[in-house]
C-alpha cells in the first residue's frame, strides 16, 4: 500500500491553496480554488493521515491551506453564509482539528461564523434543511455529510448538546422518506413539495440510486454517530436508531458489491449498457466499512469487504502514466435540477464528465487507507 502514499505526496507536492491539483471542477473551470466542499474533503483526509502517521508535512500542509482561507476575524476568502447552501459547511469540519492542533483564535471565529449559516438554513415543513437556498424544499443524500457531523460537533463542544433532537429529527426524516423497502437503498433525494420535473410526482423521490450520494449519507451517519455524546444515556433510542440504519445499509450495499470490490456508479443496476465501476463512491463504501468495524458497530468479518474495495480500486484504477500517478474513475459531478435541467435519470448519471485525480475520489480513497493504516497499528 506504499503506492498509495506515493500517490497521495505526489498530489499536494504539486498542489498549492489556490490551485489543488484536486478540484478538477475549478481547473476546468479556470478558476482559482476559494472555500468548498471538495477541499474541505481532501484537507480532512489529510489531517487524518497526520493523526496516524504523525508525520508533519500533512499537518503543515493542512494547517497552511486553511490559514489561507481563513482570515483573523474568522471570516472566510470565498463563503457567504446568505448563500445558504449546506455544501459549503463541509470544510468547517477541518477547523475544528485544526483549532484543537494550533490554538488560532481565527479558527474558532470561523467555526462560529459557519455555525450561524445553520442557523440561517431554510426548511422543508418536515424541518429537514434544504440542500441548497436555490433548491427549494429538496432534501439531498449528500447534504447530510455536508452540515450534520460538523452541526453536531458543534452542538456537542460548545452548545450542551441543545440541537441534537433537531439533528436526529432530520436524519429520522431521510430514514423514513428515501429508503427504498425493497432493497434498502436510498434514493439520491426528495422534493417535499412534488413540484421538480425529476421527481415522482406521488412520492416527490428521484428516480435513482447513485453511489456517491448513498456513500456521503453512509458517511453521515457514520461520522455523527462517532461524535454524538451519549455519555448519560439520554440519547440511547436516537443512536440506536442511526447505528440501526447504517448497518441496514452497509448489508443492503454489500449485495450490491461487485467481484471486482467496487460499486458500480448507478448502484443496483449493475451491468447495465454504460453503467461503469465509480471510483469515488466505492472508496466511500470502503472508509464506511472499516471504519464500522473500528468502531464496533459491524463484525470483525465486514473488514474484508473494506479491504477488498480498496484493492479493486487500486487494481482498477490507480495506475502509473508518464512517471506521474492518477487515480481514475471517479464521476466529476451529479446534481437534480438546476441550469442543467439535470433529471436524475439512469441516462443522465451515464452522462456526467469521468475524470481522475479529483478530491471526490481522492479524499473518500484516502480516508478509507486510514483506516486501514489505523487497523494495521
Known sequence: MDIIVKYIDELLEKSTPEAPM?????????????????????????????????????F?????????????DGTIDGYDIHEKNIDNVN??????????LTGKGKYRKAIDLIYSQIELMPRTEQGSFWHKDIYPNQVWLDG???GQPFYLEYETRFNDRKNYPDIFKQFEFVINNLRNPLNGLYYHAIDTKKEMF???KVTGLSQNIWLRAIGWYSMALLDT??????????????????????????????????????????????????????TSGSSIMAYSLLKGVR???????????????????????????????????????????????????????????IVQDDAKGVGPFLLAYTELLRYKK
Request: proline share 2%.
Open 198 to 200: 425529476w421527481c415522482d
Open 60 to 72: 503543515d500542509f493542512a494547517d497552511a491551506f486553511i490559514d489561507y482561507r481563513v482570515f483573523e
Open 91 to 100: 470544510a468547517g469540519k477541518t477547523l475544528f482539528e485544526l483549532y484543537d
Open 295 to 353: 468502531l464496533g458497530f459491524l463484525p470483525e468479518k465486514y473488514r474484508e469487504y473494506g479491504e477488498k474495495a480498496i484493492n479493486g480500486i487500486c487494481d482498477k484504477y490507480l495506475r502509473t502514466i508518464d512517471g506521474e500517478m492518477h487515480l481514475d474513475g471517479i464521476c466529476l459531478v451529479a446534481g437534480l435540477g438546476g441550469k442543467g435541467r439535470r433529471d436524475g435519470t439512469y441516462a443522465y448519471y451515464m452522462s456526467e464528465p
Open 144 to 146: 447530510l455529510y455536508m
Open 22 to 58: 484536486w478540484n478538477i471542477e475549478k481547473i476546468k473551470q479556470g478558476l482559482p480554488s476559494k472555500w468548498n466542499y471538495i477541499d474541505g474533503c481532501m484537507i480532512k483526509a489529510v489531517l487524518e493521515m497526520y493523526a496516524i502517521t504523525q508525520d508533519k508535512k500533512y
Open 225 to 278: 454517530l462517532d461524535k454524538i455524546d451519549n455519555s448519560d444515556g439520554k440519547f440511547d433510542k436516537e443512536f440506536k436508531m442511526m447505528k440501526d440504519a447504517y448497518v441496514d445499509l452497509m448489508d443492503s450495499m454489500l449485495k450490491y458489491q461487485d467481484e471486482s470490490g467496487m460499486w458500480y456508479q448507478v448502484v443496483n443496476f449493475g451491468g447495465m449498457d454504460k453503467n461503469y465501476l465509480e
